[in-house]
């Protein structure tokens, strides 16, 4: 598996995923931490450092659909981003992703996050 950051230009993503395809990987985790800042309203805002969760959900998920794409879905995409409940695992499944991880969801909402998200996913 690799994973990539969801800052990446479309261009610099194609070529990533050429290379990774020629390479022989096994599949992708998209995406890894975000540098980007745009829209957070916090004093930390001009803070140095990848973020994770909220602030890298779009951009991750935007990754998901390009990974897919490119690959013509012939490998496993892991979305990884922003996964905070069934909704938001549900348009990663969506956008093609062949599993989720949740990372920074569990950090804020527990280790029930999982069986909110199963339960969502199943009903």
Do not use: C, W
Not at 6 to 13: F, H, M, Q, S, Y
């Amino acid at each position: 598996m690799k994973k990539h950051a969801p800052d990446l230009a479309e261009a610099e993503l194609e070529d990533g995923v050429g290379a990774i395809v020629g390479a022989g990987v096994d599949g992708m985790l998209a995406t890894n931490t975000t540098l980007a800042r745009a829209g957070l309203h916090s004093a930390r805002q001009a803070e140095a450092g990848g973020l994770s969760g909220l602030p890298s959900r779009a951009r991750a998920l935007e990754s998901v659909r390009m990974i897919v794409g490119l690959t013509r879905g012939r490998l496993p995409v892991v979305a990884v981003g922003g996964i905070f409940d069934a909704d938001d695992a549900r348009r990663a499944l969506d956008a093609g992703a062949a599993l989720v991880q949740v990372y920074t969801g569990l950090v804020y909402r527990g280790p029930a996050l999982v069986r909110t998200i199963l339960k969502g996913l199943s009903g």
